[in-house]
């Protein structure tokens, strides 16, 4: 298959959003940070004086809504979640729907699925208890029996869920599963979680069920010496990991076999990540089997650098900090997880600048549908004909790469090599000295309806339309010598203060054309060319900007 036909493949493939909404109303695992978002800045200020952005704070646990249990989750020696490949977190799969046989505290076996749905040795496996009704983001359930008349959903998702029975997780080894889904707060059991200690009357109640439908008392059906050494070695030695809290579309996907994949936002130091869980099923007049040989044999690079403490941020803006607030051994018999919270500003590592950073009246990342993060593009690789401090052209771009309308723009710049995790990394270089677009960039983009931008450096703004130009005088003052001898213009007769002040962040985002910022990592093996691309990002609610997972996809 050609690049015109797989891109046209995947952008009539029929895609499923599988992640529940997150915020701050989203409720943890229990015992567990809950999201918090602050406002550190506003449009009209800025700490280091001159006009200023929509910035916030975020305190969070990877525990709030749909995430990935890495498996140092559990297994300090496992891989981190930047290492993970994509290929061990994309594949075929099948969305398996038991929720006829689940009720509170049940167990659920290998058998149930397999009498629901054709399960396949080296799938991505996805369990519909049907528990996802009890989502924060789902409508209420209406019981004249409860309290208040409605279900209490938080227990229901949370602590009432069903859970694997014990011979489930030497199935999963054996099926040798990418990895297993589950639509609702934990993959285990939540008896077996530390959640048995901090509910003991829904303890009592899960134990009268297991003791009448199966005749033996939790600790007998779950030995715990076996089940630490189960949950805690065997399986992230065997690099199981598992997703937690898929809701979205899962009901649409029930008994289906689709192409599913989890994109985490690609932690360093962390145990679990936010992430976004997406299917694909073939387009019509496709055959399955067709469609799912084409992505078996297709190529994804991952233009996301690794998410950690180390990452610069940009300017005045917050690092990431982390702090482990449990550990796997701190609960009653080892019951626990590696639990940390995370603090940081959003524009550090590879992240998609939303229309509120800017544009007070514009969407939040979580009100944008996922269609318009995913789609049909370009990358075009101009690397050879820039240096420190260039002003690039809409020109420039369309030498490489022929941009139509409604595509993704991806500029590749050369700059990733500058960056914190390069052996050549020049972190001045990097933030300071990056290319910019030229005055027309931004009316060139909204007259090609570029749907985002994303750029391999700091900013998608020249560094010198930015407060940046206050803060380095020397370097404004090269990067303007640079600029009348390349266009015999100074920067203010080009770059109008109150007209390129920002430009493509002002000009654009009223006109929902984004960018993202600090790709990097297998863009350096990409060269100019259609792909089709993805930005993954996490379904918050009510920020202005959003970490992500950036990819493009090309036949083999």
């Known amino acids: 298959m050609d690049r015109e036909k797989f891109i046209k493949m995947m952008a009539d493939a029929r895609m499923y959003d599988l992640t529940q909404g997150c915020s701050i109303f989203t409720p943890p695992f229990p015992g567990d940070k809950s999201l918090e978002v602050h406002f550190f800045k506003r449009v009209t200020g800025a700490y280091g004086g001159g006009a200023g952005a929509?910035?916030?704070?975020?305190?969070?646990?990877n525990s709030v809504g749909t995430h990935l249990v890495g498996e140092t989750s559990f297994h300090s020696g496992g891989r981190r979640i930047?290492?993970?490949?994509?290929?061990?977190?994309?594949?075929?799969?099948?969305?398996?729907?038991?929720?006829?046989?689940?009720?509170?505290?049940?167990?659920?076996?290998?058998?149930?699925?397999?009498?629901?749905?054709?399960?396949?040795?080296?799938?991505?496996l996805i369990i519909n208890t049907g528990y996802h009704r009890y989502s924060y983001d789902q409508p209420d359930i209406k019981n004249p029996k409860a309290q208040g008349g409605v279900e209490n959903k938080e227990f229901g998702f949370l602590v009432r869920?069903?859970?694997?029975?014990?011979?489930?997780?030497?199935?999963?080894?054996?099926?040798?599963?990418?990895?297993?889904?589950?639509?609702?707060?934990?993959?285990?059991?939540?008896?077996?979680?530390?959640?048995?200690?901090?509910?003991?009357?829904?303890?009592?109640?899960?134990?009268?069920?297991?003791?009448?439908?199966?005749g033996k008392t939790w600790d007998e059906m779950f030995p715990q010496d076996w089940y630490y050494e189960m949950t805690h070695i065997t399986l992230p030695k065997k690099h199981k990991v598992f997703?937690?809290?898929?809701?979205?579309?899962?009901?649409?996907?029930?008994?289906?076999?689709?192409?599913?994949?989890?994109?985490?936002?690609?932690?360093?130091?962390?145990?679990?990540?936010?992430?976004?869980?997406?299917?694909?099923?073939?387009?019509?007049g496709m055959s399955e089997a067709e469609f799912f040989k084409q992505l078996e044999n297709s190529e994804m690079f991952d233009m996301t650098v690794p998410f950690s403490v180390q990452s610069p941020q940009w300017a005045n803006y917050e690092p990431l900090s982390v702090k482990y607030f449990k550990r796997g051994a701190g609960f009653h018999y080892g019951m626990g997880r590696n639990g940390s919270i995370c603090n940081a500003s959003i524009h550090l590592a590879s992240h998609m600048d939303g229309e509120k950073h800017f544009y007070p009246g514009g969407r939040t990342i979580g009100e944008v549908p996922l269609e318009e993060?995913?789609?049909?593009?370009?990358?075009?690789?101009?690397?050879?004909?820039?240096?420190?401090?260039?002003?690039?052209?809409?020109?420039?771009?369309?030498?490489?790469?022929?941009?139509?309308?409604?595509?993704?723009?991806?500029?590749?710049?050369?700059?990733?090599?500058?960056?914190?995790?390069?052996?050549?990394?020049?972190?001045?270089?990097?933030?300071?000295?990056?290319?910019?677009?030229s005055a027309d960039f931004s009316a060139w983009a909204a007259e090609k309806e570029i749907r985002w931008i994303g750029v391999d450096c700091v900013a998608a703004d020249h560094p010198m339309n930015t407060i940046q130009r206050q803060w380095h005088p020397k370097t404004f003052q090269e990067a303007n010598e640079k600029l009348k001898r390349d266009f015999g213009k100074d920067w203010d007769e080009m770059f109008p203060l109150d007209k390129y002040y920002q430009d493509?962040?002002?000009?654009?985002?009223?006109?929902?054309?984004?960018?993202?910022?600090?790709?990097?990592?297998?863009?350096?093996?990409?060269?100019?060319?259609?792909?089709?691309?993805?930005?993954?990002?996490?379904?918050?609610m009510e920020v202005e900007s959003m970490w992500a997972r950036f990819v493009a996809f090309k036949e083999a």
């Not at 789609?375 to 690039?392: E, R």
């Not at 910022?517 to 060319?529: A, F, M, T």
Request: hydrophobic share 40%; aromatic share 12%; proline share 6%.
């Open 504 to 540: 493509m962040h002002y000009n654009l985002f009223p006109k929902h054309i984004v960018h993202a910022e600090n790709l990097g990592g297998q863009i350096s093996n990409v060269s100019s060319g259609r792909y089709y691309i993805g930005c993954f990002l996490q379904k918050v």
């Open 373 to 437: 993060w995913i789609g049909p593009g370009v990358i075009a690789d101009i690397s050879d004909k820039v240096s420190n401090s260039s002003v690039y052209t809409p020109e420039m771009i369309e030498s490489v790469v022929e941009v139509k309308k409604g595509d993704i723009l991806i500029i590749k710049t050369g700059w990733y090599k500058y960056g914190w995790i390069s052996p050549d990394s020049d972190e001045f270089r990097y933030m300071i000295k990056h290319p910019g677009p």
């Open 82 to 124: 930047s290492d993970i490949p994509l290929t061990d977190l994309a594949g075929q799969g099948v969305v398996v729907d038991i929720s006829d046989q689940m009720s509170d505290y049940c167990l659920y076996t290998p058998e149930m699925i397999m009498k629901k749905a054709e399960v396949k040795k080296g799938d991505v």
């Open 243 to 284: 997703v937690e809290a898929i809701v979205g579309d899962i009901d649409k996907l029930n008994g289906k076999r689709a192409w599913l994949t989890v994109m985490p936002i690609p932690f360093m130091e962390v145990e679990a990540a936010w992430s976004r869980v997406v299917g694909w099923t073939a387009p019509f």
């Open 54 to 61: 929509n910035g916030q704070i975020l305190n969070w646990s």
């Open 161 to 214: 869920h069903p859970g694997p029975s014990p011979e489930f997780f030497q199935w999963v080894i054996d099926m040798d599963f990418k990895w297993v889904g589950v639509d609702c707060g934990c993959f285990e059991h939540p008896m077996n979680t530390p959640i048995r200690r901090l509910h003991e009357v829904e303890f009592k109640k899960a134990e009268a069920k297991l003791i009448k439908d199966y």
